[in-house]
């Protein structure tokens, strides 16, 4: 499983901090949430942890479409998709 720390900072650390909370997302490989007013407002994270993320959330979503399809009877053999694919390739050469 796939834990992510956070850590809690106020607006007016972004803005009096910025360097520091960028080693921090970077480096301790945190997700650093803003607030105002008390409040959740933003989050800032590592480029890298961003497409990490973004990369899980994709293959999350093609999962889910997968199992729709599987649920609602869209497959097919695997033979018949190979045979398919082979298909497709000799067209294309």
């Known amino acids: 499983m796939w834990n992510l ?5 106020p607006s007016a650390d972004l803005r009096n901090h ?6 921090q997302c970077r480096e301790k490989k945190e997700a650093v949430i803003i ?3 008390g409040r959740g ?5 590592s480029y ?6 973004k990369a899980r959330m994709e293959l999350l979503e093609m999962l889910a479409k997968a ?3 599987v ?3 869209r497959v097919s053999p695997i033979k018949d998709t ?3 694919l082979r298909k497709q390739l000799r067209e294309e050469s």
Do not use: A, C, P, W
């Open 5 to 9: 720390q956070e850590d809690i900072r």
């Open 18 to 23: 910025y360097n520091e909370i960028s080693k």
């Open 35 to 37: 607030t105002v007013n």
């Open 41 to 45: 407002d933003t989050v800032s994270l």
């Open 48 to 53: 890298e942890m961003y497409k990490h993320m």
């Open 67 to 69: 199992e729709e399809d």
């Open 71 to 73: 649920v609602n009877g």
């Open 82 to 84: 190979f045979d398919e």
